[in-house]
């Protein structure tokens, strides 16, 4: 077993891979990493905080998008190579509404999947008896729908009415972001909960989770 000072040497290893958008040397680094019994839960954690981090350096204009489409497309690949969490955390629908953007979705996918969640990415275009085709599935806990123009809200509102018609809205929390949405748009299509950036996404959808728990237990008791 690799001392802590040595898988910490592997971890940036990685870190340095992806900060220079390196997709062949940081899936080098993982495999090494994984040789040297590095848990994947860390390497999870890695890739976390470079997205993390990535975010923030984008919002201060330090990155550009081709920055972030490269490091989301290395942790996607690389999420492959690693072993499953202990314990998912929970089951997640995620879709971009009616529309082509692809790139705020991938973001939260990857810091969702690097968290302990299990997705079912939908992709782009997606219209809404898709996605409760999926719910009924794959009987998720949450579903996060993204709508990047305004013409495309009211199909996030139409998934929220289709929940109800079939009998599925107490079963699912449903979670809306993009930037056509706010929590005035939230609050009045009845949705669970809003995020304004990727961060909070990941932030709302743990709180979203835990609330079902909790909800489950007293139930239960």
Same mark, same amino acid.
């Given at each position: 077993?690799?001392?802590?000072?040595?898988?910490?040497?592997?971890?940036?290893?990685?870190?340095?891979?992806?900060?220079? =958008?390196?997709? =062949?040397?940081?899936?080098?680094?993982?495999?090494? &990493?994984?040789? &040297?019994?590095?848990?994947?839960?860390?390497?999870?954690?890695?890739?976390?905080?470079?997205?993390?981090?990535?975010?923030?350096?984008?919002?201060?204009?330090?990155?550009?998008?081709?920055?972030?489409?490269?490091?989301?497309?290395?942790?996607?690949?690389?999420?492959?190579?690693?072993?499953?969490?202990?314990?998912?955390?929970?089951?997640?629908?995620?879709?971009?509404?009616?529309?082509?953007?692809?790139?705020?979705?991938?973001?939260?996918?990857?810091?969702?999947?690097?968290?302990? =969640?299990?997705?079912?990415?939908?992709?782009?275009?997606?219209?809404?008896?898709?996605?409760?085709?999926?719910?009924?599935?794959?009987?998720? @806990?949450?579903?996060?729908?993204? &709508?990047?123009?305004?013409?495309?809200?009211?199909?996030?509102?139409?998934?929220?009415?289709?929940?109800?018609?079939?009998?599925?809205?107490?079963?699912?929390?449903?979670?809306?972001?993009?930037?056509?949405?706010?929590?005035?748009?939230?609050?009045?299509?009845? &949705? @669970?909960?809003?995020?304004?950036?990727?961060?909070?996404?990941?932030?709302?959808?743990?709180?979203?989770?835990?609330?079902?728990?909790?909800?489950?237990?007293?139930?239960?008791?």
């Amino acid at each position: 077993m690799s001392s802590t000072r040595q898988k910490e040497e592997y971890l940036e290893e990685i870190r340095e891979a992806c900060l220079k =958008f390196n997709f =062949f040397d940081a899936e080098d680094a993982v495999e090494k &990493a994984l040789g &040297a019994n590095v848990p994947s839960a860390q390497i999870r954690d890695c890739f976390t905080r470079i997205m993390s981090d990535a975010c923030k350096k984008w919002e201060t204009r330090e990155y550009c998008l081709p920055h972030l489409y490269a490091l989301t497309s290395i942790n996607e690949a690389i999420h492959g190579l690693l072993e499953p969490p202990a314990e998912i955390k929970g089951k997640v629908i995620i879709a971009t509404m009616g529309s082509m953007h692809y790139f705020g979705k991938q973001l939260v996918k990857c810091l969702l999947m690097n968290d302990g =969640f299990e997705l079912y990415d939908l992709g782009e275009t997606v219209l809404p008896l898709m996605v409760i085709e999926k719910v009924k599935e794959v009987k998720p @806990d949450i579903i996060c729908l993204s &709508a990047l123009v305004a013409v495309c809200l009211p199909l996030q509102k139409e998934v929220e009415v289709l929940l109800e018609k079939e009998g599925l809205r107490d079963r699912v929390k449903l979670l809306v972001g993009g930037i056509s949405t706010s929590q005035r748009w939230a609050d009045e299509m009845k &949705a @669970d909960g809003w995020a304004q950036d990727a961060v909070g996404a990941v932030r709302e959808v743990n709180r979203l989770v835990k609330e079902m728990k909790r909800r489950k237990e007293r139930w239960q008791s």
